[in-house]
């Protein structure tokens, strides 16, 4: 059975550890502290310029929640078509209503507007009013997977959930458990939600290499970046419970 390792990147230099360590496919962010917004252009160039694997930058024009003015939509689908015009594999978006239900009709849109590129429908999908619902909205616009931590604030709390929307979706869309994924818990989660795409960020902070610091300043210039090791980790983890699960069928 296959599976893939999707890697949140807040950074080209992310992306490019995360690709040698095994990532399947980059989800490209920027503002690690507000969850994740639109990169610049020049940063979503560079990054399909340096990577091979599938790149889906996030499409999130402000931080805050999910309900979009007619402006900052229309600022979406700009974004969404020069993510087109430099070559990306897909893009990740989420839009509700105040209501907490799909807004269907800007989402089939976007889809329309981002083919031939995929579409992932993010996190926004733990903030709506009935996943269950929204599950069928989301696969009738034609998203091809959720990024869902089960409405919980982390996938492992949300992982039976998780395995219910597995099961509703009945392979008529991947659901990808994300939020708190790591190696120490992602193998549990594969047993647990039956799901087969696994998103994590592998995150940690990395100390700047400035031979100066300015003692009167006391900004964290720390930098995020992914953890090679951590994600060489979880893909050997999933490939080993797999390779189980394909034998033991």
Aim: aromatic residues 8%; charged residues 25%.
């Amino acid at each position: 059975m296959a599976f893939q390792l999707e890697i949140c990147a807040f950074n080209l230099r992310s992306a490019l550890i995360a690709q040698k360590a095994g990532a399947d496919r980059i989800e490209f962010c920027a503002d690690p502290a507000a969850g994740g917004t639109t990169p610049s252009y020049a940063n979503i160039m560079a990054a399909r310029t340096h990577l091979s694997i599938p790149l889906y930058p996030i499409i999130r024009p402000r931080t805050g929640d999910f309900l979009y003015t007619k402006e900052e939509y229309e600022i979406m689908l700009e974004d969404i078509l020069q993510c087109r015009k430099f070559g990306c594999d897909g893009v990740v978006v989420g839009m509700l209503r105040a209501d907490g239900s799909i807004d269907k009709e800007r989402c089939s849109k976007i889809v329309e507007l981002a083919y031939p590129m995929g579409v992932t429908f993010h996190r926004a999908f733990d903030w709506c009013s009935n996943p269950f619902e929204a599950l069928e909205d989301i696969i009738e616009i034609g998203c091809e997977r959720i990024l869902t931590s089960g409405q919980q604030p982390t996938a492992a709390q949300g992982a039976s959930f998780i395995n219910d929307l597995v099961r509703q979706s009945e392979n008529r869309i991947l659901i990808m458990p994300g939020s708190g994924v790591r190696a120490a818990n992602i193998r549990e989660l594969a047993e647990k939600t039956g799901a087969v795409e696994f998103h994590s960020s592998a995150r940690t902070q990395v100390q700047g290499q400035m031979e100066f610091v300015q003692p009167a300043m006391q900004d964290d210039l720390s930098l995020p970046l992914c953890n090679e090791k951590e994600i060489e980790s979880m893909r050997q983890l999933l490939e080993s419970f797999f390779k189980m699960t394909a034998s033991a069928e």
